[in-house]
Nanobody
């Protein structure tokens, strides 16, 4: 069974940096895309960035030039480098993957359990 496991969340001061990681594991699968979503307190989940298997990344306007996503490496891990963090970046960050576990089936969405990022002085 495929699992997405995130790590790297925590408390950071405004202007600071943090790196999140997400690893997909469990069985055999093909990844079409991975990325990160976030859910700020009291708000709906929103996309932060996605990257496809060709390496094309799409960022939310709110994080452009501050966040960088890596390509999916051989260990099926993707990293999100977050810089110049602001209090409004405070949220639970969820890893996302669009992947296929059976060539006879299509691609489906998978989600991690989330990791808390708090930006505060």
């Amino acid at each position: 069974q495929v699992q997405l496991v995130e790590s790297g969340g925590g408390l950071v001061q405004p202007g600071g940096s943090l790196t999140l990681s997400c690893t997909a594991s469990g069985g055999t699968f093909s990844i079409r895309a991975m990325g990160w979503y976030r859910q700020p307190p009291g708000k709906e989940r929103e996309v932060v960035v996605t990257i496809n298997s060709s390496g094309t990344a799409k960022y939310a306007d709110s994080v452009k030039d501050r966040f960088t996503i890596s390509g999916v490496n051989a260990e099926n891990t993707v990293y999100l480098q977050m810089g110049s963090l602001k209090p409004e970046d405070t949220a639970v960050y969820y890893c996302y993957a669009l992947l296929n576990t059976d060539p006879r089936l299509g691609y489906f969405d998978y989600w991690g359990l989330g990791t808390q990022v708090t930006v505060s002085s």
